[in-house]
């Protein structure tokens, strides 16, 4: 299994155009094959900071999901609410 950990931050006055979004984006990844889990958390120390957590089966089921219609959608239409790079890791489970 991988696991990406993606966390962005917003701008202020578009905090409820990425929540809109993600929800979106979220119920679509759950569906696909490979996915084991897909969830979007709020910082709550900060309303303008997201977190994605994704479980996959495999780098392949990355791979497909990445070039899926929702996915390439979610990236062009949030890239201009973002308030600053990506902070994405991917991480291997070890046990």
Not at 64 to 80: I, Q
């Given at each position: 299994?991988?696991?990406?950990?993606?966390?962005c931050s917003v701008k202020a006055?578009?905090?409820e155009d990425l929540v809109e979004l993600a929800q979106d984006l979220v119920k679509a990844s759950r569906s696909e094959a490979g996915n084991i889990?897909?969830?979007f958390y709020a910082?709550?120390?900060?309303?303008?900071?997201?977190?994605?957590?994704?479980?996959w089966k495999d780098q392949a089921a990355i791979d497909l999901h990445n070039t899926t219609p929702h996915f390439r959608?979610?990236?062009d239409k949030a890239g201009p609410l973002f308030a600053g790079p990506l902070d994405i890791t991917l991480y291997r489970k070890l046990t």
């Amino acid at each position: 299994m991988m696991t990406i950990v993606a966390r962005c931050s917003v701008k202020a006055d578009k905090v409820e155009d990425l929540v809109e979004l993600a929800q979106d984006l979220v119920k679509a990844s759950r569906s696909e094959a490979g996915n084991i889990s897909y969830d979007f958390y709020a910082d709550l120390a900060d309303p303008t900071k997201f977190t994605f957590v994704e479980v996959w089966k495999d780098q392949a089921a990355i791979d497909l999901h990445n070039t899926t219609p929702h996915f390439r959608g979610f990236v062009d239409k949030a890239g201009p609410l973002f308030a600053g790079p990506l902070d994405i890791t991917l991480y291997r489970k070890l046990t």
